[in-house]
């Protein structure tokens, strides 16, 4: 399967407590994009890389969040002393073009914060 | 702000039948736009786009129509099957923006 895997598929974590997910691009695509989706609502951006570079951040990206892609390759989005209101899908993308044209995501992170 | 919107929640369809799904805009700067096809437990699927610079493409059962002077666009699935069922994502984006912005989405049912 050469699509955007994202692990782990669930998690459920206490409150404060931190969390880390994994994302795998999808082969030689340099953009990658972190979204969050909340029930109801559509995907909301969080930040984007283009290579290892972090190019933007959402202002939904508090403090407790930071997101790496070291070598340009996966990406890891940690969430630190994790609150209920985090609790949503967590969304990778990735795409070869520049911003706009379509992006591939994978099946998400679904975190659950107790 | 909402910028995109999709202001009907669900939509039922039978089988067979036309299913017309609408979003619209409010940033008048949106040149490019998707349709996202969502299943439960997995990340939504790309299912069509159109530019600014047209009004109407084209893939088998699934045309999106864009009228920039009403910033509305739509999804017309015809013949609807049940395995369209999903929830389906208008999003939009322009040059230099490098991220797209949903809707709240539509979930369709088309009942056999």
């Known amino acids: 399967d050469t699509g955007v895997s994202q692990n782990p598929r669930h998690k459920i974590t206490k409150r404060g407590q931190n969390v880390t997910f994994r994302c795998d691009p999808i082969?030689?695509?340099?953009?990658l994009y972190w979204y969050r989706q909340t029930l109801g609502q559509g995907p909301e951006f969080l930040t984007y890389?283009?290579?290892?570079?972090?190019?933007?951040k959402s202002r939904l990206l508090s403090d407790r969040f930071s997101a790496e892609r070291p070598k340009g390759s996966f990406s890891t989005l940690e969430i630190q002393r994790t609150e209920q209101g985090d609790s949503a899908m967590y969304l990778c993308a990735s795409s070869p073009y520049q911003g706009g044209d379509e992006q591939f995501f994978g099946p998400g992170t679904r975190l659950t914060v107790l | 702000d909402q910028q995109v919107k999709q202001n009907s929640p669900s939509l039922s369809v039978q089988e067979g039948r036309i299913s017309i799904l609408n979003c619209d805009y409010t940033n008048s700067m949106f040149d490019y736009f998707l349709w996202y096809k969502k299943y439960p437990a997995e990340g939504p699927t790309f299912l069509i786009s159109i530019s600014s610079i047209k009004d109407k493409n084209e893939d088998g059962r699934f045309t999106v129509f864009l009228n920039k002077s009403a910033k509305h666009l739509s999804l017309h699935i015809v013949p609807s099957q049940p395995g369209d069922s999903a929830v389906y994502f208008c999003?939009?984006?322009?040059?230099?923006?490098?991220?797209?912005?949903f809707g709240t989405g539509t979930r369709l049912l088309v009942s056999p």
């Open positions: 999003a939009a984006s322009y040059t230099g923006f490098q991220k797209l912005v």
């Open positions: 890389f283009q290579n290892e570079a972090q190019l933007e």
């Open positions: 082969s030689e695509h340099n953009r």
